[in-house]
């Protein structure tokens, strides 16, 4: 027996690998006539129970069972009335890419291969998306819950100096204050916790009706911490807040920071990649005057997953915070060690996968404009909504629509649309999710995914419509 992993036999492998690809591109050509998503039975979870395998088995018979038992339980993101939480749908250039990055796979960690040019050739993209000097650093992650979390790291080095990485916090670091509003991320609060600051030195300001960050509080909070003898260090705002989809005023937070001397972090999640729209762009404005900003190609770039990116204004602060010296990363002017800085210099992985090329392909593959008009036919989904529910007595609206997503409830209690939400998925008709806004539950649509229509917002409303009336029409008839 060989030792080696590779075919026995090229020929069948080849036509195996094929059908694969052909079994796929079906997939995605026929996802409209799948449901949304549906529950997995009992006995296919079974099969994920299984013991390791011992023997060798067919390709075939493993791709027989992706087939059965994978492919139909997805959670459904890639279907065109997906509309929970803030997931991109991916695009067959996107999935293509992923194949020929596994076939490379090459590690991004470091040294001289084109790896590494294609993504420093994305990272002058990204500057120039921004409008960030050429000194601007920036690194593929996961996501932006890393992202956010590495640009806290940098601001802690902005504010106390390289040293912090070897003596800690200490006394001066325990006095560092952060900003963000109460409608940002959860894992902003993390980014607090992991980078050792702790979740109380973050100051959750006041939201407005619009859910955008109080700047008047936020100027008021900073000044009292200053004569509290603490010190503020960064901001961090939202483009895209995670519930209704606000931008904070980023240019009045851009002035502040300028005033204060604090570093001016944005969290972009989805909403950062809006500048790649004429339309979208003007309600970003003073995202170019950030330090450092984290953003996701995975949602509204529709770039498969997972593709997170951190750019950093000031790129020696950023491999201040990150790179260190090793024997065996030792950096060469010839060879393979050549080519120095490299990706691990700028954050925390050292094994590193080609993300970058599956973002390459994504934006070779639609271009600028493209990508910009399918962001601007999100947003109309989302105004066609919300026209939709104004013209439903039944339905009303739970937030201003800021952007692409629309939060709004069937009017009663909070466990009519739980189960309304609920009812759509299982039914795999849609699927909304759902959020607290003002104490209060909501059905939660978010407009990312470029397969969805008019159509599919129809359906949305009429499926809210109908579970709405069948539930409230079943707990009418029940004794109370
Ligand atoms: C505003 C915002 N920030 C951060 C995140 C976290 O991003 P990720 O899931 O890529 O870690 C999200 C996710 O939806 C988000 O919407």
Redesign the pocket.
Known sequence: MSKDLDPADWNETRRQAHRMLDDMLDHIQNIRQQPVWQPMPQETRAEFRAPLPAAAQPLEDIHTQFLSSILPYGSGNTHPRFMG???GAGTVPGMLAEMLAAGLNANLGGRDHAGIEVERQLVQWVREMFGFPESASGIFV???????FMAVLVARTHAMGGGVRKSGLGKAGSRLRGYTSAA??G??RRAFEYAGLGADALREIATGADHRMDVGELRARIRRDRMAGLTPFMVIA?????DAGAIDDLAAIAALCAEEKLWFHV?????ALGVLSREIAPRLAGIDAADSI?F?F??WGQVPY?A?FLLVRDGRLHMDTFASPAAYLRRDTRGLSAGSPWPCDFGPDLSRGFRALKTWFTLKAFGREKLGAMMEESCAMARHLEMRIGNEAELELAAPVGLNIVCFRYRGSDALNGEIVADMQEAGIAAPSTTMLDGRMAIRACFINHRTTIADVEALVQAALAFGRRRSGQSLAKPA
């Open positions: 939480w803030v997931q996961t996501g932006t819950s890393i992202a956010n940002a991320h894992c902003v939202s483009a895209g807040t995670v969290d972009g999640a989805y909403g984290a996701d995975h949602k997972d997170g």
